[in-house]
């Protein structure tokens, strides 16, 4: 109970930062655009570059291809706070979310980038009118989930309302966050397919982020990730495991299929040493190995009595 309760006033202190730390931001940004003094060369100068950062959003809405990490981070140095980035960062979202699922070979994907997930989401805190029906929402919370174990959805859910929270896909995706960091893997993957009967909104109509979730949760990319994340996890609690439990685990069939993923794939290699037909024995590591106990000689016991006999003797004084 004590640490569910220190959880909870850790979160409600989170929130209560980041809104102090936004309020800041944006009375700051609305200064900027509202003079409230006699102009001088200084006020020119600010004026000036902001009109430059203002030019650089608006080249950035009439491109028709989706802004670069780069691109994002520049904006997001100069326009963290201006609704007008809003757009832009909806369109990451989604290319993020949907380069999982891309078959083409030669299509670039779309880099993980917090840092813009979390400053959309605070701006649709100060501009709900923004958000829409919590679609592009659900596909931040789900990218960041596929960043187990990273803290980054706990980061991200404290900025989310309670209405939004409060109903599909996010209610599926916070089972699927608690189950991950529980480690109850083997309960986790169906779950995680629950989303892909999500895929329409309350109305019963299409609803283009749902779809978009619904082709990245069932993406070899996003099964693959989340295996990764679920294989480093157990390399850092099992030296040697039951076959069974790693099956379970990363959601597969046979130990066939657990040979075929870990030949295919180099980071496999780096964490499992060997499968058999009845365990896996993953990378030795300073988790995993049974650290052999040191005992310091030439230590007496009347050295140690006249320690505590000393000490005894500071305490009564």
Not at 286 to 295: A, C, E, H, L, P
């Amino acid at each position: 109970f004590f640490l569910i309760s220190l959880r909870k006033n850790y979160r409600l202190f989170a929130v209560a930062i980041e809104i102090l730390k936004a309020a800041r931001r944006i009375y700051r940004w609305k200064t900027q655009q509202t003079p409230l003094f006699k102009e001088t060369a200084s006020s020119k100068t600010l004026s000036h570059t902001t009109d430059i950062h203002t030019d650089q959003i608006k080249k950035m809405t009439d491109k028709t291809k989706v802004a670069s990490s780069e691109e994002i981070t520049t904006l997001l140095t100069h326009s963290a706070y201006n609704p007008a980035i809003v757009p832009q960062l909806e369109s990451y979202v989604r290319s993020s979310v949907t380069s999982l699922s891309s078959t083409s070979s030669s299509s670039e994907s779309t880099p993980y980038h917090f840092d813009a997930n979390r400053t959309l989401v605070k701006l649709y805190q100060f501009f709900p009118h923004l958000a829409g029906d919590g679609g592009v929402v659900s596909l931040v919370l789900f990218l960041a989930l596929l960043e187990f174990p990273s803290m980054d959805y706990v980061a991200l859910t404290c900025l989310v309302g309670e209405k939004v929270r409060g109903r599909e896909p996010c209610l599926t995706l916070a089972r699927c966050a608690e189950l991950l960091e529980s480690c109850q893997f083997s309960e986790f993957w169906p779950t995680f397919r629950q989303l892909l009967l999500l895929s329409t909104d309350k109305a019963g109509s299409p609803s283009s982020e749902y779809d978009i979730l619904k082709q990245a949760v069932s993406s070899p990319a996003a099964v693959l990730k989340l295996r990764k994340s679920i294989a480093s996890i157990l390399a850092l609690s099992y030296r040697t495991a039951p076959l069974k439990i790693v099956l379970g685990a990363l959601d597969l069939d046979n130990v066939d299929a657990l040979k075929n993923l870990v030949q295919s794939e180099d980071y496999f290699k780096g964490v499992i040493e060997s499968v058999d037909s009845s365990s896996v024995l993953f990378v030795a590591s300073g988790d995993n190995t049974k650290r052999s106990r040191v005992f310091k000689e030439g230590v007496h016991f009347d050295a140690i009595a006249s320690l505590i006999s000393s000490s005894a003797a500071v305490h009564v004084e």
